[in-house]
């Protein structure tokens, strides 16, 4: 138990600990000097000043990357599904990309279907399909120059849609041509008599593609069983309208698209979608990196409200200093572009001390001796 | 119809190919016609190749007929009574050359027990697969091909009995072993090859064991009683070389002790040992900075040879020296003349090398591991029989690497040094490792190999028992002696005043980026600047304009080239690299000024 005196010393978290070890009949004296000794432990975990955390979260990253290089690019275990691991997916997160190379989204469902009820359905209705995949067939007829489509009936049934309604959908996105349902088919014929074949062959190479139903930019779908509850895990991304589908727990659904999900919750979702993925590539592959070097790298992307990579025009483009910008990456660019503006270098970090000899302003090096006048 | 191509030309058709070539091979085996002519028949684009061209790899086989070796005892004892010879057997057609497309048509059978009736031909040996190196490395067929290549690298660079003549010879960075032994388990390439006229290790006892963790991470650990007693001596040698150029104009070298009055002289001590000739003597004991050789060269450029001074003080000094630290003993001095005409000396430098911490020994197992700890011999664990090995070598060496050859070898020779033979330990074909056991058994030991040994400093008994024996060990030419380096203080680079780079500059170990990060992560701040101060220089900086100030020492003040005398001058002190930095960002048209501040 917490003693009353400490709850606004001690972070919640080390109270809720000391609540549940500390048996419930403990004397009050024995609690205070608990409360007194844990109080003192925590202040000795504190970083203390002139401590070189940004170096230290640099190093702690940087070294167990070192060993990552040679175990890339396995699957992540997930069936059927390839995922971006190791370095590489480190790399993306940290760089800020805004294309990273494998979108994903784990969906987490409301009750009834968390618990496996329609799963599979609701998996194929959220997945983008496009004509080819509800098509048995798509054929062009070049005596009388139409496009036939043969559907496939029980895909379009499990889709909830009909024949004339994916007509009235088709009609809608395509120009210059009638469209007409029959009754497991549909026919596209040109408006214009002549129409060259050439062209037809064209529409019908596009017509493979075009949307029909599903959630787009929702490539693939997998349900999975997650302890006893069923999630689906999607490639690609679009976690605006997932968000919006009503069967869908809209508290623990994410996506591991740093840029989408500031856009849809927010720039603190972004840090802690950067802070989880990182730590998921490094758990995963058995090295143990200190979270807190991990939320102090995700921090400083996100501070000002917008991410930002780790390159020179992110995080470095936002340093004082010229001669740091300049030894990160492009130095001559940095230079010149100081110059134009006349820019001083006030010499208040590491790197520019270290390159003119001076004592870094870090550890032993920050502390100065300050004297007061004495009046006369 | 068959195309039939010579040499690549075609020459015609055959109507029967199988027989033309059973014909043509069976009239090139009774030496009708060149052995070193082959026949390719190509069945699947009906051709047939003949070729006599030069340039192919070929390579003999014995020749099987109707599931036979053409080999048979009668011509094996011949051989022995030396009635025939290798030429003898090719001439008979028992022994033949294939080239890579004839073998195309031949099925070889690795061992006289494969032959089936489809046979064609049959290895002379399995071992014929390996080369000679490979060839060295004994029981072979136990442990993985990486390995085995790995031995046979270590083995070439084994220090050995290299030539006979060495003592007239004047190799460049050679080592000589001084008492190398023939191995007790060898194979026949060893035969072969003559191994025991030029052998290139020695026959150590060996113990598989730990010694208080001195032979972690392949580390081994050496008695220092066998050290003392000869083991792993070796004598290295570097020649010093001098020779009298001649330059335009008549000027010439000149090897002499150099003069005092000559540009560039060194001390008096450091010509002690010179002759009257220049040259030094024989047995002479040399050490850093001494001179081998001395000589003095003509000016550089002809163009400062003018009026006012004399001819003689401006010769320079160029002699020989040793190079930085070495040390050694002159073994062999030689006056010359080389093909110009020119007079050469070359002057041969012995030095001996005694096993240290850090020398290279390995196994022919690709088992290779750096001296860790040299054990006095009273220190050592002994067996009942009073045995002390001589080499301690980690059992963490063998699981993952598999080299069960290297313990097979233990046994073997140690079976070996037991009952006083060679051991066969070819690939494929040695003495069965059952049969040394057995042996050894019948020695009196453990068959295992295992001995019961005492802790040398206690005189306690190990509870485990230890892996014991005899194996070859053989010592590489990396020694410490030649690669150990580190600087406290020395010379620099001309252009960045920072310290030279590698041991032959007398240059230490860079302190890098990421070390330099965990001098900034510790906050050791002032540890740091201490460490990158090898180029700190004091620059006089012009307060006005922010940039250098020159300092002139005759007037003693200090003034500024674009401000003049009038401006406050003062001197910081920065990196000389810094300093660099500012001529370079100068040089491309900014303007970097330094506005200085009071620190305190």
Redesign the interface.
Known sequence: MAVEEYKDKLPLKIQEELNEIIPKNTAKSKLNMINEQVYKEYMKMKVEP???VG??A??SIGEPGTQMTLNTFHFAGVAEMNVTVGLPRIIEILDGSKAISTPMMEIYLKSPYSKGKNIKELATNIKETTLKEAAKEISVNISNSTIEITLNMEKLKILNLNVAKLAKQLNESTKGFHVKAADDSISFKPRSKNTELNEIFKLKEKLKDVYISGIKRIKQVLPVKRGDEFVIITAGTNLHEILSLDFVDTTRTTCNDIYEIVEVLGIEAARQTIINEVSKVIDAQGLNVDIRHIMLVSDLMCHNGNIKGITRYGVISEKSSILAKASFETP?KH??NA?LVGE?DKLNS?IEN?????????????PS?VSRKVPE | MTEVYLNSKFIGTVEDSTAFVESMLSERRKSKFSNSLNIFSDKENDMLFIEASKGRLRRPVLVVKEGKSLLTEKHKAQITKKEISWGDLIDQGIIEYLDAAEEENAYIAFREGDITPETTHLEISPMIIFGLCTSLVPFSNHTPPTRVNMGSKNQKQALGFYAANFLLRMDMDVSILETPQAPIVESIMHKISNYDKHPSGQNLVVAIMSYKGYNMEDAIIINRGSVERGIGRSTYFRPAVAEELRYSGGLIDEICVPDKDVKGYRSEKDYRLLEEDGIIYPEAKIKEDDVIIGKTSPPRFLSSLDEYSLASNLRRESSSTIKHGEKGVVDFVLITENEEGNKLIQVRLRDQRIPEIGDKFTSRHGQKGVVGLIVDHADMPFSASGITPDLIFSPHGIPSRMTISHLIELIGAKVGALSGRFIDGTTFDSEPEKALRDELLRMGFRENGTETLYNGETGEMFETRIYIGNMYYLKLRHMVANKIHSRGRGPIQLLTRQPTEGRALEGGLRLGEMEKDTFVAHGASMLLKERFDSDRTVVPICETCGLLAVYDEFKKRSFCPMCGENTEVSNIEIAYAFKLLLDEIKSFGIYPQLKLKNKY
């Not at chain 1, 270290?354 to 920050?366: K, R």
């Open positions: 002139g401590e070189g170096l230290v640099a190093e001559i230079i010149i110059s001083e590491v270290v390159m003119l000899n001076q004592p870094v302003p870090i550890g032993t090096g920050l001796l």
